[in-house]
């Protein structure tokens, strides 16, 4: 009797135990599990990679705690094709090995152009992100840590010298951020 008090009173505690766990993890909110890059982390590495894009003569803006670099089509690819020219293979090369191992530090790849499309191809345009996601990805970045998307001309919030290309289809944004 003695030894079966002892297993049900063990097994209760277990289960209380396990049940407190339970509840206590379900207050934790989702937000709260994902990586956060903490400031001076973010600080030391946003300014390598202000250094690593004026070094390859592009311009960098500072928006809503990231960082956004604006490029002409032109720049990134050869021609009208989707082939990254290899000057800027290396720069991607690049801001991938710095953001690598970096919980939290997050790429969006947006493109612009105006909706409904009317002067350039959306597919090409978007088959053109994936292909800067994917070189991204090809030198380390992993793939959870990016994001690639088309948006209207009207959310463009770039240099003002690329607006003749913007409705065309004609500019690409990298925006790096801890959770952008």
Same mark, same amino acid.
């Given at each position: ?80 094709? &989707?082939?990254? &020219? ?15 191992g970096v919980a939290g530090a997050q790429v969006r ?18 088959? &053109? ?11 380390? #970045?992993?793939? &959870? ?17 690329? #607006? ?17």
């Open positions: 009797m003695v030894f079966r008090r002892g297993w049900v009173v063990g097994g209760l505690v277990s289960l209380a135990m396990v049940l407190g766990v339970q509840g206590a993890w379900a207050d934790i909110s989702v937000a709260a599990g994902m990586a956060v890059v903490p400031v001076g982390v973010w600080q030391a590495l946003s300014a390598r990679l202000v250094a690593r894009v004026q070094q390859q003569g592009l311009e960098v803006q500072a928006v809503s705690g990231g960082l956004r670099v604006s490029v002409p089509v032109e720049e990134v690819f050869v021609g009208r094709g &989707r082939d990254v &020219r290899p000057e800027f293979e290396g720069f991607l090369a690049d801001l991938a090995q710095m953001l690598q790849i947006l493109g612009f152009g105006n909706i409904p499309a009317q002067t350039y191809n959306p597919v090409e345009l978007g088959l &053109r992100l994936r292909r800067v996601r994917s070189t991204l990805a090809t030198y380390g #970045l992993p793939m &959870r840590q990016m994001k690639a998307a088309l948006r209207p001309e009207a959310e463009y919030q770039g240099p003002g010298r690329f #607006l003749p290309l913007v409705a065309r289809g004609g500019v690409i944004a990298l925006e790096f951020g801890p959770g952008v």
